[in-house]
């Protein structure tokens, strides 16, 4: 059974840092490429940043470059995402999902993911 399980999110104030994990199981991670996305009630998930399988090349919306990195460590089938200078507009459901190595898609696409988390709410206070 394929699990993902996001956890590090909080209430945090705007300026703050937050580092989120995901840690997976019931695959074999290595081959993964992983995302992370947000969603606002109302509003279309969106892609923060991705890394690919290889762990060679990453990727990010153009709202966080700067803000963010993604990192994975394989040993531990976890994906993490740091945030820093966190403002309001960043309160969100943060999800972490994943793609086999093989899939030719947009990385910003949902649709192109098999496999997501239930989700971690990150509540940035002004």
Known sequence: QVQLVESGGGLVQAGDSLRLSCTTSGITFSQ????????????????????AWTGG???YADFMKGRAT?????AKNTVYLQ?????PE?????????????VRDSYSRPE????WGPGTQVTVSS
């Open 32 to 51: 993964y490429s992983m995302a992370w996305f947000r969603q606002t009630p109302g509003q279309e998930r969106e892609l923060i940043a991705a890394i």
């Open 57 to 59: 090349s990453t990727y």
């Open 70 to 74: 993604i990192s994975r460590d394989n």
């Open 83 to 87: 945030m820093n200078s966190l403002a």
């Open 90 to 102: 960043d309160t969100a459901v943060y999800f972490c999902a994943a793609r086999f190595r093989g």
């Open 112 to 115: 192109g993911y098999t496999n």
